[in-house]
Nanobody, 124 residues
């Protein structure tokens, strides 16, 4: 499966963005999909994931970041609200097995396919 993330850009603090992750080659329904982010000089960090109808998120981001999917469009979304400068990073989507348990969904090494990232910059 090939993944393409899009929707990044510049936004002032408190703003919102919706990122999209479009898949080609195979339907999303056959995978767990995760969003990760990487800020300069930092390791890649788990943001959220969706496995069938269940969602999993980084505790500190719950309430601001929401993952959803549209099977008809073969697209997964990341809605980001009340953005903070600390959210500045390159955001990546990834696909992994439907057998991944909750702890594994948070591990970037468990994902088999990655898309190119999209830059999100939060600043005034």
């Amino acid at each position: 499966v090939q993944l393409q993330a899009s929707g990044g850009g510049w936004v002032p603090p408190g703003g919102s963005l919706r990122l999209s992750c479009a898949a080609s080659g195979r339907a999303f329904s056959g995978y767990s999909i995760g969003w990760f982010r990487q800020a300069p000089g930092q390791e890649r960090e788990f943001v959220t994931a969706i496995r069938r109808g269940s969602t999993f998120g980084k505790e500190s981001l719950k309430g601001r970041f929401t993952i959803s999917k549209d099977n008809a469009k073969n697209t997964v979304y990341l809605q980001m609200n009340r953005l903070e400068p600390e959210d500045t990073a390159v955001y990546y989507c990834a696909a992994g097995s439907l057998t991944l348990i909750a702890s594994s969904l948070r591990d970037a090494d468990q994902y088999n396919y990655w898309g190119r990232g999209t830059q999100v910059t939060v600043s005034s």
